[in-house]
């Protein structure tokens, strides 16, 4: 009855014009075009205020779309919502608790919600996703009495009480030390590999780079970009940096080897590295045969490496302006 | 309105299975357990049942016959019958004169005690913070993701709300009982007509008064429930309906608005009394039950209407 492309289908998340503007006409989401790939770690950027968080509840069946429709793993939302979201654990905007309940009881309850969730296999889901983010030893406790990086885990824990197709992960790491964040940064990477699709929203630059294969920025509820992590850094492109005593043959070499704007400061030599067409049929530049080609032709390198463009880099590109500023 | 679980058409009949998915293109959809709304209802009902503020409520409402009960004894045990011009004055059944003559008495003397405020109060403390308590504390949007359903979870709302009342009910009336028969003599009862009735029968009719009292409540529970929709401030919304409830009880003692007294949902609360006569006047009690009924559905379609309908923001 509907015709869905393959496209759509393929996708784990997908929005045409999805749009919400507040009753106080306030336009939080302009118009947006997502397409998360089925597989992929997602990471979804933007500064506080630029509409994420609306947007992850518009998907989420929470908020209704001014105009514009979303798909979530090929079905449309909200309309399929009670098909839909048992395939999908979500955090979103923190966690929420009962903070009377024991952490165990907090999951039970949100288990007795979910209208696939088989009793009988209750308390066994429950215990594992209690193990599954390190609170085992304190399921018995009150949620009451758990610190913010406790009931961030529990949140995470509600997310994986089934196998999910989908988790949506709204600011995962917020509150949690160093240690846990890199817990939880590697139980994402453990999830990816088992071929969950995870959509990870985050203002933390560090945390996208580490962890996710694609991104989107957002900024002002408008969508500014959105590919793979190294195309979006690639956006802001990385520079070859280089230090010889002989900075004049240095750059004839690199210029034959494809490095344009090249630039000499006493006897620093840098320059950007060509970026490999979207096809990939050329290989991208190994910068091992560059420094291999620069000796050959007799020059002399003390140093040599890529300073690699970072997403912030990027984001600051994209959007003129600091990370934290809100829209 | 567009956006609900799923296909409003058929949502609001019987519960329904698995059967209505579109074919979907991918992988293990897990089927709906049968059991589902059952366990959905369960857990709220012990989610509400094991919050501090709910037992402590019962307990007060626990503690309302207990105080009856030896105030009446105290007040009675120096001699002389129940302070003199007083018992069944006024439009309220009091029963209090008989309590000491039969426990039973004190069940019926602590339900038309508690009926007119704190019963509908405690009612309105939990209704209220039904949805808009979830909503302030985020769990709300948990429970809708997991998915529940707004309409399932409206529903078990709902019906744990009505279980409330009967279990607020329940307490006063089985405290009464208690009460009543540690402190006085139990036996044969005079009913209002005069007739006298064995005690098993008086249990019986006992039983019905507390049935008919937990009904009385369900409209204030329905009205705490939808304006528990409207807000997302659990306290606002508890304050709203206890305020409410007052607000009803006052308008029906001013008799210049006697036009509008058949319409308050407290109007027929005290003809639960009828049922203690021979034969029984089911005038006002149809009435009542009647109303209640109305304000059900009435404010249920309101609160479905709106909750199906609200934008998720907390």
């Known amino acids: ?327 | 309105m567009s956006r609900a679980d799923e296909p409003k058409s058929a949502d609001t009949g019987v519960p329904k299975t698995a059967d209505t998915r579109p074919p979907g293109p991918t992988t293990d959809k897990r089927p709906t357990s049968p059991l589902w709304a059952l366990a959905l209802f369960r857990s709220e009902l012990t989610t509400t049942l094991r919050r501090w503020r709910t037992l402590a409520l019962l307990g007060v409402l626990a503690l309302i016959p207990i105080l009856i009960g030896v105030a009446v004894k105290i007040e009675t045990s120096d001699g002389g019958g129940f302070g003199g011009g007083r018992g069944g004055g006024g439009e309220g059944p009091a029963f209090f004169p008989q309590i000491t003559n039969n426990g039973i008495f004190l069940v019926f003397a602590s339900l038309a005690a508690t009926l007119p405020v704190f019963l509908p109060m405690v009612i309105g403390v939990i209704t209220g913070d039904a949805i808009a308590g979830e909503a302030g504390s985020g769990t709300l949007r948990y429970l809708l993701v997991a998915p529940a359903g707004r309409t399932r979870l409206l529903l078990a709302k709902f019906t744990t709300s009505m279980a409330f009342c009967l279990i607020a009910t329940l307490v006063v009336a089985l405290s009464g009982l208690v009460t009543g028969a540690l402190l006085f003599p139990l036996g044969d009862v005079t009913l209002i007509s005069g007739i006298t009735v064995s005690f098993e029968e008086a249990l019986l009719r006992a039983l019905g008064v507390a049935a008919l009292v937990a009904l009385s409540l369900v409209g204030i529970a329905t009205v705490g429930l939808f304006i528990s929709t409207l807000t997302n401030s659990g306290i606002a919304a508890m304050a709203t309906t206890v305020g409410l409830v007052i607000t009803a009880q006052i308008l029906d003692t001013i008799p210049q608005l006697h036009a509008i007294h058949p319409y308050l949902f407290p109007h027929y609360w005290l003809s639960f009394a009828d049922l203690l006569r021979e034969p029984v006047y089911w005038d006002e009690l149809v009435k009542n039950l009647g109303l209640q009924g109305l304000y059900v559905a009435v404010f249920g379609s309101a609160a479905w209407a709106r909750f199906t309908a609200k934008d998720i923001t907390a």
């Open chain 1, 1 to 327: 009855m509907e015709q869905r492309s393959t496209e759509e289908d393929d996708a784990a998340v997908e929005t045409r014009g999805l749009t919400k503007r507040y009753r106080g006409g306030q336009l939080a989401v302009d118009a947006l075009d997502l397409s998360v790939p089925r597989g992929s770690v997602f990471g979804f950027l933007g500064p506080n205020g630029s509409g994420k968080t609306t947007t992850i509840r518009m998907l989420m069946g929470l908020i209704e779309p001014t105009s514009g429709r979303a798909r979530l793993l090929g079905e449309p939302m909200p309309r399929a919502a009670r098909s839909v979201l048992p395939r999908v654990g979500a955090l979103i905007e923190g966690p929420a608790l009962y903070p009377f309940l024991t952490g165990r009881d907090n999951l039970l309850r949100y288990d007795a919600a979910d209208p696939t969730a088989d009793p009988r296999t209750r308390t066994a889901r429950v215990a594992a996703a209690l193990d599954r983010v390190g609170l085992a030893a304190a399921a018995g406790k009150r949620a009451r009495a758990y610190s913010l990086g406790m009931k961030q885990r529990l949140g995470l824990a509600a997310a994986l009480l089934q196998p999910r197709e989908l988790l949506v992960l709204d600011e995962p790491t917020n509150g949690l030390d160093p240690q846990g964040m890199r817990e939880i940064r590697s139980l994402v990477r453990e999830l990816a590999e088992e071929g969950t699709t995870v959509f990870l929203s985050s203002h933390l630059l560090d945390e996208i780079e580490q962890v996710c294969t694609h991104a989107a920025v957002m900024a002002q509820g408008r969508l500014i970009a959105q590919g793979t992590v190294a195309e979006l850094a690639a956006g802001s492109r990385g520079r070859l940096a280089i230090t010889t005593p002989d900075p004049v043959d240095a750059v004839r070499v690199l210029k034959e080897h494809g490095v344009t704007d090249l630039v000499i400061l006493d006897e620093r030599v840098s320059g950007e590295l060509p970026v490999p067409g979207p096809g990939a049929a050329d290989a991208p530049l190994e910068l091992a045969d560059l420094n291999a080609a620069l000796v050959r032709a007799g020059v002399r390198v003390r140093a040599f490496g890529a300073e690699r463009a970072s997403l912030e880099d990027a984001f600051v590109a994209l959007t003129g302006e600091g990370f934290d500023v809100a829209g």
